[in-house]
């Protein structure tokens, strides 16, 4: 499986341009040493991770908010993803995607999670689909609280391929039994602003 150097993409993109004189310090996992973790999970056992990124003192991810032909949808619990060692990532596709996708965040905690949902897609994904506009961008700590709310709102629109209670689907159930966030709509609250 080829994979693409983070930093040829955001120097394609011209995001790496944007950050420049910005303050914040950009850093390229994939330039970086990996480090052999035990994740402990029901379906992943082991995976490469940057080091850096183990010792970051604080990690803020940054989703898009889509569709996912394999993964049912693609938001933080599926971004953490982006942290594994490229040549691993296709054993990942193998068997059991959705849930192994979720055993990698027993490894892997964000502070805050902030979710661009000014377009998404809602069929397709992750590289093309029917594009919406919900014009939102949301953020919060508790990656299932995000996910399940990300999941509502694809729903909301006409011809979307999401139509089952949020709490059904795969990702979200695994994430509650491994009590990585809320466990029901009860556990949060949104508020609008």
Known sequence: MQTLSTKKVMTKTGALEKLQG??????????GKWVKVD??????K?????????QADKVVYCCCMK????????FSLKLTLGFCKGSERLAFHMQHLKEKLVDLNLVTHPNLIIMDGRKCFITGGPLKGEMRQPDVIMASGDRVAIDVESIKLIESFEGAVLKDDPWNYPQIKHAVDLALGA?????????SG
Request: glycine fraction near 8%; hydrophobic fraction near 40%.
């Open 22 to 31: 910005s303050g914040a310090e950009v850093v390229f996992f994939d330039d």
């Open 39 to 44: 994740v402990g999970g029901k379906y992943l």
């Open 46 to 54: 082991r995976v490469s991770l940057p080091e850096r990124a183990l």
């Open 67 to 74: 569709t996912h032909s394999l993964a049912d949808f693609s």
């Open 183 to 191: 466990r029901n709509d009860k556990e949060y609250a949104v508020v």
